[in-house]
């Protein structure tokens, strides 16, 4: 017979077929002969049987499937809008102000350190491609960290839309107003790709 553990089902049959010869056997019946009777219907051996109706008396009846219960699972991460685009800032900071290229090794020490970070390195990664990032091959095979091409091409619309704003006559012309400043300038650039 097989090591594997008996499934709460498994279980629970025979603890019911010792249940049902106990109802039906007469009361003077010992104990080793109604285990040897559950034993040829079931299959299973008698100190087993014992244990199973051990549990079933302890627990009423019901069992569970041992090592069913797992642990954990994947940690949820939760990061506010206001970390994110920390995160934003630090990956264009890589770009302009450091001039190299940001790599997930480089970011999640920078990150661990600013916002206290405490996620592994593939919950990085997710966090970046959920933001709005991805790593794109260069001409060099070199793999860079770059914003995904419908965030550019949302921008890109935006811009438009701003120009045919601005060089409309009509006076029904919106008006524009800047919360904020956040640009990399053109003539920034990396050498390594």
């Not at 685009?85 to 102000?97: A, D, L, P």
């Not at 090794?105 to 933001?131: A, P, Q, V, Y």
Request: net charge positive.
């Amino acid at each position: 017979m097989s090591k594997k553990p008996f499934r709460s089902q498994a279980r629970n049959i025979v603890y019911n077929v010792y249940q049902k010869i106990c109802a039906e056997e007469d009361k003077d019946q010992s104990e080793s002969s109604i285990l040897k009777r559950v034993q040829t219907l079931t299959g299973v051996s008698s100190s087993t049987i014992r244990r199973f109706v051990g549990e079933g008396r302890a627990n009423g009846g019901v069992f569970s499937t041992p090592g069913k219960k797992r642990k954990g699972g994947k940690k949820k991460i939760n990061l506010d809008s206001f970390d994110l685009e920390v995160i934003r800032n630090k990956i264009k900071e890589f770009y302009t102000v450091k001039k190299e290229i940001p790599t997930l090794r480089k970011l999640l020490h920078t990150l661990r350190e600013d916002i206290d970070f405490n996620g592994s390195r593939e919950s990085w990664r997710l966090i970046l491609k959920n933001i709005g990032f991805d790593f794109v091959k260069c001409q060099s095979k070199r793999t860079i960290l770059m914003e995904r091409h419908d965030i550019k091409i949302q921008r890109f619309r935006y811009l438009e839309r701003l120009k045919k704003n601005r060089e409309s006559q009509q006076p029904d012309k919106l008006d524009v107003v800047y919360l904020d400043e956040t640009y990399i300038h053109g003539s920034c650039s990396v050498n390594k790709c």
